[in-house]
């Protein structure tokens, strides 16, 4: 009974898995006005398809009973290869999502300040955001867990505001002239808006692995992840629609701020700013957790056995500064590869990137559910269903994120393979007998 009293219960379950789910959104009402208002139908379909993978992933959680997360699940189809794919997978898709995201910073900080910045500029402003960021690792769990909620606050109030009182300020006469200015068809949009759609719900797959901490598990958090999809797809439909209806589609597509700018058709260029600078530090905080989360995915990955290790390497702080070292070399290397003189376009190519990524251990995990279930005792058609489902979606969302990035994925993917070929072997020898220097 004890143990019971830190338990939550279903209400409290489904806002945090929302929380879970709000980092990244800064840029998208850029990234929908590229394409027109018209991305409404993705947002419906994108949210449809979340919708399935919560619910197969809320079945994941319930069934597993191995250590790693996404690898864990793709452990019992595909054996320690496939935790290593998926966990190897997953942290490029967040080495990538965080370069993506000290972009998105920087946007901010250029309209803030008003500045026009060159693509080298974008890539200094953006590798000194990721260098900072890292340093800020060093603080520890407690600090990152403050930071996330802090820039959670700093983020999702201003949006709230503009979303409710933003109806106030929403003219039809605008919305109509951005519903569809570049005669895309529903198939065409669709594949247009995947990426940035799909990129609002990532994360609901890490809410579903901490289930221990849900009272009467079984029945409460599929209800709360489902429950928690659907209000995101609707608060997203809700924002971007209203920004839509306030600010001209020629504006919105290229702003560096679309909450800002908003926030400056609505009530002045003073408040923009504020909002802007709100964005700035709020995002700033939540690449801090991002990082955090990165670092110990790499040093969790070398303990087991499947990375490198020097991203276990430990100092007498029990910090992985080597590790750290190392992924913001990547880091570097990504952020160079990318560069565009816009970085709308930069931040677009990235997130395609991260998606494409993260739906690799999304398909493993969906490969793996069934026999999850069977190994658990239960033999639900309904949970096979939504197995398939989530991985016919998966390839789907990874086929629309465009050829190129698919392209880069599947390069990813072999060599990764090739990684595990090479570390294979210290998968036969317990961490604790091997001295790490």
Known sequence: MGHSKNKVGVIQFTILTIVSMTDGIIMIPTLAAGVGAISLYAWITTTLGAVILAYAFAKCG???????????????????????????????????ANVGIAISVVSYASSFFNAQLSTMQVIMYS??????????VVGGTSFSVKMSSLSMILQ??????????????????IFSAAWNPHHYTFVQTIGLSNSFTLWAFLGLESA?????????PERNVPIAVIAATVAIGVFSILYTTVIQGIVPNAVLAQSNAPFGEACAYMFGPKAGHVVTALMIFGCGGALIAWQFTLVELLRAGAQEGYFPKVFG????????????????????????????????AQFDA?????????????????????????????????T?????????????ACIQCGMDSVTYGMVTVLVGLMIYGLYAVRLQTP???RRMR
């Open 350 to 382: 990235l997130i395609k990137l991260s998606t494409v990524a993260n739906l690799v251990p999304y398909v493993l995990a969906m490969a793996s559910l069934d026999i999850m279930q069977r190994q658990a005792g239960k033999d639900s058609d309904l």
């Open 384 to 396: 096979r269903m939504a197995a398939v489902a989530g991985g016919a979606y998966s390839i789907y």
């Open 62 to 96: 319930r069934f597993n009973k191995k250590s790693g997360g996404l690898g864990g699940y793709a452990e019992y189809g595909f054996g320690k290869a496939g935790n290593f794919l998926a966990n190897y997978t997953y942290a490029i898709s967040l080495m990538i």
């Open 208 to 216: 579903c692995s901490n289930m221990e901490r849900v009272k009467n």
């Open 313 to 344: 390497r430990v100092n007498a702080y029990e910090i992985p500064i080597r590790g750290i070292a190392v992924m913001l070399l990547v880091q570097m290397m990504l952020l160079s590869m990318t560069g565009s003189p816009s970085m709308v």
């Open 127 to 136: 590798a000194m955001i990721l260098i900072l960021t890292a340093v800020a």
């Open 431 to 433: 961490y604790r007998s």
């Open 156 to 173: 999702m109030v201003p949006v709230l505001i503009i979303s409710m009182v933003g109806l106030f300020f929403f003219k039809p006469d």
